[in-house]
């Protein structure tokens, strides 16, 4: 969607379908990763990192550990419905510097 104001697609965040979690075995994210949902990588049945495509449409993909006893460390949850929240915010301090939250899929913009 190039060219659409920043605006729709923080509408799209909102209100449009809810990202999803698909889950990959490995050590790494794939190199190729969803234009919209987050990755899951489980190493030998053990979750250590979540990863996204920035929602500000950077390009960049963000990468959160969720093993235990790394810093920073996000947790996940899924509910019925298989939409992902995490926590704390995701707040990048280089490059465009986005600060969200994603609750039950849905990226809430601070």
């Known amino acids: 969607m190039i060219g659409v104001p920043k605006w729709v697609h923080r509408l799209?965040?909102?209100?449009?379908?809810?990202?999803?979690?698909?889950?990959?075995?490995?050590?790494?994210?794939?190199?190729?990763?969803?234009?919209?949902?987050?990755?899951?990588?489980v190493d030998d049945g053990e979750p250590w990192s979540i990863g996204i495509q920035c929602p500000c449409r950077c390009g960049d993909v963000i990468e959160m550990l969720v093993i235990p006893g790394a810093r920073p460390r996000w947790d996940f949850t899924i509910d019925d419905d298989g939409r992902p929240t995490l926590s704390p915010?995701?707040?990048?301090?280089?490059?465009c510097k986005s600060h969200f939250w994603l609750r039950k899929g849905r990226v809430h913009w601070c």
Do not use: E, K, Q, T
């Open 89 to 95: 915010s995701v707040w990048r301090n280089v490059g």
């Open 12 to 41: 799209l965040d909102r209100f449009g379908p809810a990202r999803r979690l698909h889950v990959i075995a490995g050590d790494r994210l794939p190199p190729r990763m969803p234009a919209r949902d987050l990755v899951l990588a």
